[in-house]
């Protein structure tokens, strides 16, 4: 899960974009798993996401990276997004508008979502991404249900972090 907050300090309204990007692996190596992982759109929530059918292990696990208030655009698709001979620190798809909706199989996977928002001066915007894992037994939009709201993302937040401090 992240959270981006954006404070608009000047005088005018800003429109501005802001994109999420994980590499998908699925697995214990990314050059040994990526041409099985087959990414989607999941029809409920509109969260990307992306599965490992051949997966020793986990072959009903199900990833997803989603933006509270629905994603404006998506890829799934590594070579779209960083580019033909692209780099990560300069992605191509940054240069455009909007991403494709690129998803599917045969693609170099990955995961990126991109919301426009737009910041009224003096004012104060938070996005919250969530990337997650499913096991299978648990839909996605179940999943995301339980952190559709900021309130419920922050708790969520707060309880991991308090977890792990009583652990250390």
Not at 30 to 40: C, E, G, K, S
Not at 95 to 118: F, H, M, N, Y
Not at 134 to 160: C, M, R, W, Y
């Amino acid at each position: 899960m992240g959270c981006l907050r954006l404070t608009n300090c000047s005088g005018r309204p800003r429109k501005l974009s802001a994109t999420y990007y994980a590499e998908w692996v699925l697995g214990v190596n990314r050059q040994l798993t990526q041409m099985h992982v087959r990414t989607a759109r999941d029809a409920s929530t509109g969260a990307l996401t992306a599965r490992n059918s051949y997966h020793e292990d986990f072959p009903q696990q199900v990833a997803f990276l989603h933006v509270l208030g629905g994603a404006d655009s998506i890829t799934g698709d590594r070579g779209e997004f960083v580019g033909r001979n692209g780099l990560e620190a300069k992605p191509a798809a940054l240069e455009r508008a909007s991403l494709s909706g690129t998803v599917g199989a045969g693609l170099d996977p990955c995961g990126a979502v991109q919301k426009t928002i737009d910041v009224p001066p003096g004012a104060v915007v938070e996005l919250i991404f969530l990337l997650g894992w499913s096991d299978g037994a648990t839909s996605v939009s179940e999943l995301i249900k339980q952190f559709n709201s900021p309130d419920q993302a922050h708790e969520a937040i707060d309880h991991t972090m308090e977890f792990w401090q009583d652990a250390s």
